[in-house]
């Protein structure tokens, strides 16, 4: 299998504070929903091509840099790519780490992942850097609880080159955004690090990505 990386970058360099990549299918959601307006602007786009081998399709997997506010840089990863991939994703994304004070990483992961045994309702846990300057929204990530992926990428060369950063996981017993899911991620976008953001407060978009995803698992009983 060949990978390729193509990048689409806008001229304009700008000088964010902070820097939010938002991980996974609901993490895309969620921003999609409630934070990215119409107008925003992008900055860079990023398409790592699978070129297929025999009984392989082709694939193509976008990530998306948006200029969310004055001050703040948005990266948004819809699919969860492989490590290798991340691996090729960070190092385009480490100019913007090494621009921007702060660095937040919004991830999802499945309820029943959590040791020891999570709650029923969704619940946040977090992961920062030693040189994390932020107050932090949600109590420490348990041990032996880990995460993984590019958060995980994005994380250690945070720490491995003394940057401020937090990772925010969800654990969800569902794997797409409801109004339950979005709950203590909206709770959270009232704190001190993400209030200056444009949170919509319109559920449109998101009744719309709920009744896609009942259509999708109904389709699952054909």
């Known amino acids: 299998m060949e990978v390729n990386l193509i990048q689409e970058r806008d001229g304009k360099q700008p000088n964010p504070e902070y820097l939010v990549v938002a991980c996974g299918k609901i993490m895309h959601d969620f921003v999609k929903t409630f934070l990215i307006p119409d107008d925003s602007k992008i900055i860079e786009k990023f398409s790592i091509v699978l ?13 998306t ?25 960070l190092s385009k994304l480490e100019p913007w780490i090494k621009l921007a004070g702060q660095t937040i990483v919004l991830t999802s992961d499945h309820v029943s992942n959590f040791k020891p045994t999570g709650g029923l ?24 609880n880990t995460i993984s992926g590019l958060p995980a990428a994005v994380m250690s060369w945070c720490q491995g080159h003394n940057k401020s ?37 319109s559920t449109n978009q998101l009744q719309h990505i709920i009744h896609n995803a009942q259509l999708h698992n109904s389709n699952l009983y054909l």
């Open 65 to 89: 840099l948006y200029n969310l506010t004055a001050n703040t840089l948005l990266f948004v990863c819809e699919q969860l790519p492989h490590l290798y991939f991340a691996n090729s994703l």
């Open 121 to 144: 309702r969704p619940f946040l846990r977090s992961l920062r850097t030693s040189r994390c300057t932020m107050a932090v929204e949600a109590p420490n990530l348990e041990l032996p």
């Open 51 to 63: 070129r297929p081998s025999e009984n392989e399709t082709y694939k193509k997997m976008t990530y």
């Open 165 to 201: 950063a937090v990772v925010y996981t969800v654990y969800v017993d569902s794997l797409h955004l409801d109004s339950i899911s979005a709950e203590p991620l909206l709770r959270l976008m009232k704190t001190p690090h993400f209030c200056h953001l444009p949170v919509s407060q």
